[in-house]
């Protein structure tokens, strides 16, 4: 033990020797830590982790063609009335909006949802009302829905293109 705190000591009076050397040491250092935890961070957040949604185990990610590849809306519509397999078929894509706000205009990100969007995912705004069908139509509604972490714009317009549709799988 005694020559662990030797050597600690002559480590010591060897950085303060050179203290060009020790600020970039300890800078290389820095950056290394603090570049892991970023990108363990954006990994754990995106990868790791179950979305916060009722049974995530089963949703299911509904592409037309190759992976990735966008539906427009009427063909949404169609594989939605055609479906026999799942609970739900939801779509969504990512918007950038102008929110307005005290004479001042922030551009946000968002995404454009159908009306059932949150009813199949399970979840609820934490405060005010989420974008619903009503009267059985597929009707589109633009509501500002609080999500955790951040606001989030839903709604649409017929015939936007969806960049995205998702499943409950029914099993």
Sequence with gaps: ?????KD????FRSLLKRPGFTVIAV?????????NTAIFSVVNATLMRTPPVKDPERLVYVFNGA??????YPDYAAVR?????????IAWGGITASLNSNDQTDLVNGAIVTGNFFDVLGVHAQRGRVARCSGGMDQWQHVAA?????????GADRGRRGHG???????
């Design 67 to 72: 992976a990735g590849s966008v539906f427009s």
């Design 27 to 35: 800078l290389t250092l820095a950056l290394g830590v603090g570049a």
């Design 146 to 154: 609080r999500a955790t972490g951040g606001a989030g714009v839903a």
């Design 8 to 11: 600690l000591k002559f480590a």
């Design 1 to 5: 033990m005694d020559s662990v705190i």
């Design 81 to 89: 009335d055609q479906n026999n397999v799942f609970d739900g078929l």
């Design 165 to 171: 549709t998702e499943a409950r799988s029914g099993a």
